[in-house]
């Protein structure tokens, strides 16, 4: 009687096997994002326990933000802090590549340990609903007259953002030091001062911008991308402006992880973004997937290095 019994029970194990879940990769993971609440990097932090949970890959989330300087400021407390964790990721991306060379940091990404580049989206250029500004020929005017009269609010000096506002002086005959661009810490910081006027414009990433302007509280002048993003903004380089721009976020692993720690981290990203989910996910932030793990993301952080260094020396906005 008892050996009817367990076969029963083994034989109920397949049908029950579909709805458990999966034992998490990771049981814990410690997120650290180097920028304030409301920005893109803690959009992107977020988006990935969002996802990971529900699929078994991650059990518990604990979340870090120490914002400043285009992630300089909080990059040395997860070196110091997290070294040699194989639970910890950071969120980071052009902007603190940028930031990096434009404040001559002594600790750079070469510092951490590339896991994944994750997602790629473009700028968009914005002003307050209440400005006289009413589209990008107006703000181009305004930038031809008076470039350092007319306050443009982004993401840290030296990131994708004020790159963004140089190479439009630049392609405007003004030179990029002529521009007044002010910095701030994070999304959240970048969205209160534009909707409050205490700058005239703004750039930021368009998922960061997107819910004040479905709101009507901010007006979309332009994007910075090869197309359309929204087909009723037009593009800078069809508004006669030929610059192109993109602002890419992934994760790094803490500095002194093994071979093996790495592959896992890697395994866990890979396996995240072959999820349906993630995909929804993408498309509703309006963030392109533009995925790339191991060797391939070290040969592109590397290039991605050199290219903006050449840029902000172009620019007069590094050494």
């Known amino acids: ?82 070294r040699g964790r194989p639970d910890a990721l950071m969120v980071a991306g052009s902007v603190m590549v940028g930031a990096v060379l434009t404040n001559r940091s002594p600790l750079g990404l070469a ?88 700058v005239k414009a703004g750039i930021s990433g368009f998922s960061e911008f997107s819910e004040q302007i479905r709101a009507g509280r901010m007006r979309a002048l332009a994007t910075t991308g090869e197309t359309r993003s929204d087909p009723a903004i037009p593009t800078l380089r069809e508004s006669g402006v030929d610059v192109v721009t993109a602002n890419w976020r992934g994760v790094f692993g803490a500095p002194g992880i093994n071979p093996n720690q790495r592959a896992a981290l890697v395994n866990l990203m890979t396996e995240l973004n072959a999820l349906p989910a993630w995909r929804e996910l993408l498309a509703t932030r309006g963030w392109d997937n533009a995925f790339l793990a191991g060797a391939e993301f070290d040969r592109f952080l590397a290039a991605d290095i050199a290219a903006t260094e050449a840029v902000l020396k172009e620019l007069g906005l590094a050494g």
Do not use: C
């Open 111 to 198: 510092n951490v340990t590339p896991i994944a580049r994750m997602t790629q989206e473009v700028g968009v250029v914005v002003v307050p609903a209440s400005s006289d500004i009413r589209d990008i020929a107006g703000l181009l005017a305004a930038f031809r007259a008076n470039p350092g009269g007319t306050s443009v609010g982004g993401g840290s000096a030296g990131g994708t953002d004020h790159i963004t506002l140089g190479l439009i002086l630049k392609a405007l005959g003004r030179n990029a030091r002529e521009g007044s661009y002010v910095a701030f810490a994070g999304g959240g910081p970048a969205q209160a001062a534009i909707l409050g006027a205490q």
């Open 1 to 82: 009687m008892r050996r009817r019994t367990l076969l029963a029970a083994a034989a109920l194990l397949p049908a029950l096997a579909p709805g458990a879940r999966a034992q998490a990769r990771f049981a814990n993971m410690s997120m650290f994002i180097p920028a304030g609440p409301g920005g893109g990097w803690d959009g992107l932090g977020r988006a990935i326990e969002q996802v990971a949970r529900p699929a078994g890959l991650v059990g518990n989330f604990q979340f870090e933000n120490v914002g400043g300087a285009g992630g300089i400021v909080g990059l040395p407390r997860f070196v110091s802090q997290r």
